[in-house]
């Protein structure tokens, strides 16, 4: 590890953190983090430990955005102004939504973790064809139609 300071200014000292991973099969992996915490003997594996915590969190959600069904790689294209950024807030919204969904709805967790199926592109695939071709009247309704098959409700298909 390597403990670097620069001066910026009279006011602001940032430190710079590099850490070299060798993993076990002999690759190495060069990390870098530029932050304004102390870096001590004492807090250096701890802040790099942090960093490398938060690489994974990160990591891990944008894969999520990428590759279960909210394509957030999509090119929106560059639109009106700020559309582009405007469906990226959206996509932000619909993740955050589906987040606590996940973590404090029974309901909704029935249906992601279907035996067999557990995506979340599936579920999305799943929501819009329900919504498509089914009379929804609450949450709870689609998540077990979906989580027990739409015969375990009694959804009234939309004549509209």
């Known amino acids: 590890m390597v403990l670097a300071s620069f001066i910026r200014d009279k006011t602001e000292r940032v430190n710079v953190l590099d850490y070299i991973e060798i993993d076990k099969k002999g690759n190495q992996h060069v990390w870098c983090w ?49 559309l582009a950024t405007n469906f990226a807030y959206l996509t932000f919204l619909a993740f955050l939504v589906a987040q606590i969904q996940e973590l404090s709805c029974p309901k909704f967790q029935q ?20 919504f498509l071709t089914l009379m929804i009247d609450r949450w709870d309704s689609l998540f077990k139609a979906i989580a027990h098959g739409a015969k375990a409700q009694k959804i009234a298909f939309d004549t509209s």
């Open 34 to 82: 530029v932050t304004d915490l102390e870096l001590t003997d004492d807090t250096v594996e701890s802040t790099m430990r942090g960093g490398r915590c938060r690489w994974r969190i990160e990591n891990e959600t944008f894969n999520t955005l990428k590759n279960q069904g909210y394509q957030l790689e999509h090119n929106y294209g560059h639109g009106e102004k700020h």
């Open 111 to 130: 249906a992601l973790n279907k035996p067999g199926k557990p995506t979340r592109k599936r579920l999305w695939r799943k929501i819009t064809s329900f």
